[in-house]
């Protein structure tokens, strides 16, 4: 298991054809707000896995770069700047007040059950490392710059709107730098299987996230 053998997958989800029919700029609002929802319920969850994960580690380095994630999260303390607050902009935009109304997918909820399941004390500390950077992380940069140019093209939000996406996109490269700074160092095995093996099934599971919006999309194939 190599490094390569997580960026082939990291380019399969990348190119996923509804994450590239949404970042064409031809997706309907209906099909925007399925995503808005659906992700919705995966943003909002993302600060418990990285509590978890932080709980499961025992390292105080790698512990450490995870509570600087997770207080990023929080808005480092200005609630204003919490990251579930700035989904909600984008939510409300769409006219969704409170996905406590919205039914969740499966693929969302195999998501959501699994990732939490991955950061639990019952992995090993690589694995579990590298389902937070490289199967989180790592890609959300780009992934979110793919969204915001097809929200752009839609012409339909402003960029108050788009705040949650934009701050994901400018920090999260720094996030998967000092993941990384540890992931490595600090790493239990004689070899790193365990890490690629955990950020391959982070990666695994996103891309059933997307299959499942595929599915109630009818999301037209954009890229082999």
Sequence with gaps: MTKDNVKTKVKALLNHKALIHLGSGSATLTQIKSFAEQYGFVSICFSKMLARAMSSISDADRQFEILKNLW???????RENDHRKMYYKFLNKLGINELNEVAMLASTKQYIEGMLSICSTENNDDYIMGSISYGCE????NQYKILLNGFHKSKYFTENDLTFFHEHALHDGQHTVDLLSVVYKKSQSNDVNQIYLGALAAIELEIKFWDGLAEINNAPSTRS
């Excluded at 990023?72 to 200005?78: K, L």
């Design 72 to 78: 990023d999260e929080y808005g480092c303390g200005n």
């Design 138 to 141: 790592y890609f959300t940069k």
